[in-house]
């Protein structure tokens, strides 16, 4: 999966979407929805196999078989396996079997929001984990050194998409930029 791709696509997309509000922290949160939506959209088509499911609060269908739509973490993809009751009249269930992805979606423009995200997903077993972060008006350098540290702290892939802040939507802010924390230090992703 292009990471850098996923991103710019659903962030287009979602720049393009008919999004209103009665005031400006609500058109914000409804442009966070719309990236959200679109994000989850481009996940289901990329990880569209019988064995793999999605879990998101936005998300339906999970209820009836895992209790909840929404695991620990904002998007979650997960392998998923069947099992049978060892009771007389057995029945069929499913239970995850591997935390493939796990994703965190924070707007917010303060470095700690940012640090909580990871440590959050810094707790998962997932080995693919994704944060997705507000650009900085004052440049990203400082955030991405101060990420840098809690990035590297455990194994396995962690990226960083830093996305133009929603407030920010309808000036020309640029593209979303996509780093990979890689011996401890960020890599940007083309």
Known sequence: MNIARLIDSSFDEAVKALTMGTSQSSLLRARERAYIKTLIAHLQREFDSEDLRL????????????????????IAICRIGAGKTAERKSEDFLYIAEALWQIEVDFSREWRSAIHAINR???????????????????NERLLNTLRAPGAARSGALYLALVPHPADWDDDTGAPQVWQIADEEWVEMK
């Open 121 to 139: 997903l810094n707790c998962g077993a997932a080995s693919n984990r994704l944060l997705i972060s507000s650009m900085l008006a004052r440049g």
């Open 55 to 74: 879990f998101a609060s936005p998300q339906r269908g999970n209820t009836a078989d895992f209790g909840t739509n929404r695991l620990l973490y904002d």
